[in-house]
């Protein structure tokens, strides 16, 4: 069977899906698809992050999203990880400029990231 995969989206287990959610909405400008008190996806270009209830459970999660300018971004959000677990921009050994960020009220790494010419 042949098919075109369009995208991958990370389904993410939370705490608090209002504080999730408003972490991918106020900090990283991505919009509500669908939004109620038990399941969540939100929406940016072409990508969606769907956030459900987490478990008692639930292992560490981590995922990636690439952009076209690490900088940029971090001079856009930096004022706003108060309270937030984070790691300036900073290159990596792969031939990639990151930033890690603890997703609020969750088990996961964001890593996000730029290559590097």
Request: aromatic residues 12%; contains cysteine; charged residues 20%.
């Amino acid at each position: 069977m042949t098919y075109k995969a369009l995208y991958l989206s990370p389904m993410i287990p939370s705490f608090n899906l209002s504080e999730t959610s408003g972490f991918f909405k106020d900090i990283l400008n991505f919009s509500p698809v669908i939004e109620n008190e038990a399941y969540i996806i939100c929406q940016k270009d072409n990508l969606t992050i769907h956030i459900l209830p987490a478990g008692q459970d639930i292992g560490q999660m981590e995922f990636y999203l690439e952009v076209d300018n690490v900088d940029d971004l971090w001079y856009s959000i930096k004022d706003k990880l108060s309270g937030l677990k984070f790691k300036e921009p900073f290159h990596q050994g792969y031939g990639m400029r990151e930033i890690h960020i603890c997703i609020p009220h969750t088990n996961t790494l964001l890593f996000i990231g730029q290559r590097l010419p």
